[in-house]
């Protein structure tokens, strides 16, 4: 495994998380970095990303204002700043590793990929 994703749970609607991703085996500090989600039954769905330099980044509009994705070079480690969590956030959270640096919104874009971390989210 070369992406590990942690730090999901259970919270209450309104509540935060901060979720971790950390990279093994190799650096991606060249590539750029996303997370994306996936309930039961349904597609993995795009939630946000990050360039190669972490300077610049895209959201799902249903995250924009809540979420936040942020990347640690130095640490091979990929950040998602979860608040204001609606039950609708309920979902195995995956991060993952594109094939080039610029931002991808595209699932097929995601060369590698971290077992996923579950978050529920109560009302």
Known sequence: ??????GGGSVQAGGSLRLSC??????????AMGWFRQV?????????????????????????GRFTA??????????????????????VYYCAAARFGRISTV???YQYWGKGTEVTVSS
């Open 107 to 109: 699932r097929g874009n």
């Open 70 to 91: 942020s990347r640690d070079n130095a640490k091979i480690a990929l950040y998602l700043q979860m608040n204001n969590l609606k039950p609708e956030d309920t979902a």
């Open 22 to 31: 950390v990279a093994s085996r190799r650096t991606f500090s060249n590539n």
């Open 40 to 64: 039961p039954g349904g597609e993995r769905e795009f939630v946000g990303a990050l360039n190669w330099r972490g300077d610049s980044a895209s959201y799902a509009e249903s995250v924009r």
């Open 1 to 6: 495994v070369q992406l590990q994703a942690s």
